[in-house]
Nanobody
Framework: QLQASGGGLVQAGGSLRLSCAASGFTFSENTMAWYRQAPGKTREMVATITVGGNTWYGDSVNARFTISRDNSKNTVYLQMNTLKPEDTAVYLC????????????WGKGTQVTVSS
């Protein structure tokens, strides 16, 4: 199970920190990722973090967002700075790896709205 939280309404230029609490699998064995989906748009990968801590970011968020994980808390975070109206979307937590038989699992998501 993946439970995302931390979304909300923020003005452009502001910051938010999303959290995703995981349970039901061995968190430390899986890659974790954040995706987002805006109305009428396809789902977009925002950031990923591997078991070893290697990270990847989408071009649209690179240098503004930071993904991190705390294996002791089974939680992955997304620190979002300098938010823009185009960052408005539902942000979803994802996991894939040996602990879940390499099947993608998704949380319900948390809404982020950035006003101009």
């Amino acid at each position: 199970q993946l439970q995302a939280s931390g979304g909300g309404l923020v003005q452009a230029g502001g910051s938010l920190r999303l959290s995703c609490a995981a349970s039901g699998f061995t968190f430390s064995e899986n890659t974790m990722a954040w995706y987002r989906q805006a109305p009428g748009k396809t789902r977009e990968m925002v950031a990923t973090i591997t078991v070893g801590g290697n990270t990847w970011y989408g071009d649209s968020v690179n240098a503004r967002f930071t993904i991190s994980r705390d294996n002791s808390k089974n939680t992955v975070y997304l620190q979002m700075n300098t938010l823009k109206p185009e960052d408005t979307a539902v942000y979803l937590c994802n996991t894939r790896g040996p602990s879940t038989s390499y099947i993608d699992y998704w949380g319900k998501g948390t809404q982020v709205t950035v006003s101009s």
